[in-house]
Each structure stands twice: as structure tokens, then as C-alpha cells.
């Protein structure tokens, strides 16, 4: 469900929301969907919108269970 990004590096920092941190890419932009920052890498989220809070919780233990 969820791929690492390629590029781990030069992705801009946008908010946090419920334990995780959300980037914008940094080559594609807008044009691609948000970046979530886990254990140190950058999964694709899926989202293109910032998430609640409670979206974002759910999303932190999908992320965790998928890449445990």
C-alpha cells in the first residue's frame, strides 16, 4: 500500500498532523501526492490534501503495520 519515494532527500517540509510529518516532494512538487516521514524514510501517503488529525492517526498505524 504504501511505496517508499525514490528521492530521499530535498522534500519540503509542510505541517505535522497526529504523530507524523508530511512533506511536499521535492522534484515532482504539487504534482504529486504528500510525503509522510517514517522511521527516517518517505512513503507516498496517497493523500494530495492535508489529512485531520484523526485521518493522520490512522494513517501513522497503517503506515507502521505496512512497513513493520
Given amino acids: 500500500m504504501f511505496t517508499e519515494a525514490k528521492t530521499q532527500t530535498g522534500h519540503t517540509h509542510l505541517f505535522n498532523s497526529g504523530g507524523l510529518s508530511f ?3 521535492g522534484t515532482h512538487g504539487d504534482e504529486c501526492g504528500l510525503l ?33
Wanted: zero cysteines; aromatic letters at 14%.
Fill in 23 to 25: 512533506y511536499e516532494h
Fill in 36 to 68: 509522510v516521514k517514517h522511521n527516517g524514510k518517505f512513503y507516498h501517503s496517497g493523500l494530495y490534501d492535508m489529512p485531520d488529525t484523526y485521518e493522520a492517526e490512522d494513517l501513522r498505524v497503517l503506515l507502521a503495520e505496512a512497513v513493520a
